[in-house]
T-cell receptor, first 112, second 114 residues
Framework: GESVGLHLPTLSVQEGDNSIINCAYS??????FIWYKQESGKGPQFIID?????DKRQGQRVTVLLNKTVKHLSLQIAATQPGDSAVYFC???????????FGAGTRLFVKA | EAGVTQFPSHSVIEKGQTVTLRCDPI?????LYWYRRVMGKEIKFLLH????????ESGMPNNRFLAERTGGTYSTLKVQPAELEDSGVYFC????????????FGNGTRLTVT
């Protein structure tokens, strides 16, 4: 069935280190994947997305990797900063579909 | 450009009472979505409007939940009567194109049913 899940509920990293947040999905028909960041008291905010015809996409300090063979998605944050502390959600959409399916989220703690 | 706004930000009601949540999407966004996050779990889809029409309401938990979007602008989500398990954060999101692109979320309404 449709489900998007995360391997770890929390992640703690030292400021300046790189962070890697992982996500597994189960719907083979999904062809669009998005990472959202949710800060306390706010709604999820778009970080970066990737389509299934790509395996890597880079943004400013963030990189998303997609492995369709094992249905795995990851978000890499370079030089993690205190402002990166938040809950990160991966989400997926089926080709041509309108519904975005979210996972449970990973809480990222950045230690100064 | 104003973002998605939701009202109220918090609501505390007793079991059996009624609550109405409101969402104002980004102007020009035909697609409006309601989601809910319960007890720190995943953000679950409730329903999707295209303009004033319900495109998909497969995520609505039961008939105590009623969503409307009269005129295709703002939307309301009414819970009547509220139950304890309805507590959570209700998010509204909008997008210009439903089948492509990311969602723009409001800050949510935290509903507590006691």
């Amino acid at each position: 069935g449709e489900s998007v899940g995360l391997h770890l509920p929390t992640l703690s990293v030292q400021e300046g280190d790189n962070s890697i947040i992982n996500c597994a999905y189960s719907n083979s028909a999904s062809d669009y994947f998005i990472w959202y960041k949710q800060e306390s008291g706010k709604g999820p905010q778009f970080i970066i997305d990737i389509r299934s015809n790509m395996d890597k996409r880079q943004g400013q300090r963030v990189t998303v990797l997609l492995n369709k063979t094992v249905k795995h998605l990851s978000l890499q944050i370079a030089a993690t900063q205190p402002g990166d502390s938040a809950v990160y959600f991966c989400a997926e959409k089926e080709g041509g579909g309108f519904k975005t399916i979210f996972g449970a989220g990973t809480r990222l703690f950045v230690k100064a | 450009e104003a973002g998605v706004t939701q009202f109220p930000s918090h609501s505390v009601i007793e079991k059996g009472q009624t609550v109405t949540l409101r969402c104002d999407p980004i102007s020009g966004h035909d697609n409006l979505y309601w989601y809910r996050r319960v007890m720190g779990k995943e953000i679950k889809f409730l329903l999707h409007f295209v303009k004033e029409s319900k495109q998909d309401e497969s995520g609505m938990p039961n008939n105590r939940f009623l969503a409307e979007r009269t005129g295709g602008t703002y939307s309301t989500l009414k819970v009547q009567p509220a139950e304890l398990e309805d507590s959570g954060v209700y998010f509204c999101a909008s997008s210009q194109f439903g089948n492509v692109g990311a969602l723009h979320f409001g800050n949510g309404t935290r509903l507590t049913v006691t």
